[in-house]
């Protein structure tokens, strides 16, 4: 979605816009909306409050998403937060 003639960035990977399917715990859908009015220091990538920014703020966001989830998930595997780490610098 980053790439092409169009790209396309989210802007707003977080928690509250990741959600689960009811009837397929398996599946997890991201909300796509406007985050313009959503934008927060302290869950939105440093760069996406300058101009130019691209799909690096999302590269960020899950990066986030990962790190924050793994306080909370016992046996989250610590490759994975690795990964997270190193994109939510």
């Given at each position: 979605?980053?790439?092409?003639?169009?790209?396309?960035?989210?802007?707003?990977?977080?928690?509250p816009n990741i959600v689960q399917?009811?009837?397929?715990?398996?599946?997890?859908?991201?909300?796509l909306g406007s985050?313009?009015?959503?934008?927060n220091q302290n869950y939105h990538a440093p760069?996406?409050?300058r101009d130019g920014h691209a799909g690096?703020?999302?590269v960020w966001a899950v990066g986030m998403v990962?790190?924050?989830?793994?306080?909370?998930?016992?046996g989250f595997p610590?490759?994975?937060v690795a990964v997270g780490e190193k994109n939510a610098d």
């Open positions: 979605m980053h790439g092409g003639v169009k790209p396309l960035f989210h802007r707003d990977i977080r928690g399917h009811a009837d397929d715990p398996s599946r997890w859908f991201l909300i985050a313009a009015i959503h934008l760069s996406v409050f690096e703020v999302d990962i790190v924050k989830a793994s306080r909370h998930l016992l610590s490759n994975i």
